[in-house]
């Protein structure tokens, strides 16, 4: 027998959906529904958007097994967990991408602005994180809505050096209240991403 040695794009999947998206992968009887499949619980409050975009690598070619996890806070700006959090948002999606058009989506509500630490408000933003195969450490980055005037006082958007780059951190409206994200991990339009 032949050994043939791992590459780097064996590394990180997609073997990360039997674990995290059982039912997607085929894997049934070990929950319901697949955790994060479900961000509204019953009448959450707030606007309902949709979320969807696409990760594109540096050719520009969408990847199809590509998992994103979204954490948002609720319309009024909590988190789940916190004193007067909506308790029919959970805050948490999970969603594995299209394996015919590497589409994901979020089927959530428009999350409000919450406090910066140091003072002020952030504007209201989903966090984003993003594994596939060949990325070992997962790449997280912010969803923030290109129509939303709080941008302009956004601390985080604010200490941003390159200023031309902020554009790949604004969700484009769409019609029916869909925003669209996409994301790009390599190239001249490559996504900003945090290292948290």
């Known amino acids: 027998m032949t050994d043939y040695p791992e590459t780097a794009s064996q590394t990180a999947g997609p073997y990360v959906h039997i674990g995290c998206t059982p039912n997607f992968a085929g894997i049934t009887g070990v929950y319901d529904r697949d955790i994060g499949q479900q961000m509204i619980t019953r ?3 707030g ?3 949709t979320l969807v975009g696409q990760i ?3 050719t ?5 097994d590509a998992m994103v996890e979204a954490w948002q806070a609720d319309a ?4 789940a967990g916190a004193d007067g959090a909506d308790p029919h948002f959970t805050g948490f999606g999970r969603c594995p991408c299209d394996p015919d058009t590497g ?9 409000g602005a919450v406090p910066w630490p140091k003072g002020g408000m952030q504007a209201p933003h989903i966090t984003l994180w993003i594994v596939a195969r060949g990325i070992n450490i997962g790449l997280h980055t912010r969803a923030y809505f290109a129509d939303e005037e709080g941008n302009a006082d956004d601390p985080v958007l604010a200490r941003i050096e390159h200023k031309v780059r902020v554009k790949t951190l604004l969700a484009q409206p769409e019609k029916d209240l869909t925003y669209r994200f996409n994301i790009n991990l390599q190239g001249s339009d490559e996504s900003i991403f945090f290292d948290v």
């Open 43 to 45: 009448d959450a409050a």
């Open 47 to 49: 606007p309902r958007i």
């Open 56 to 58: 594109f690598d540096g």
């Open 60 to 64: 520009g070619t969408p990847l199809r």
């Open 76 to 79: 009024n700006g909590r988190y």
């Open 103 to 111: 589409e994901f989506r979020f089927e959530t509500v428009k999350p």
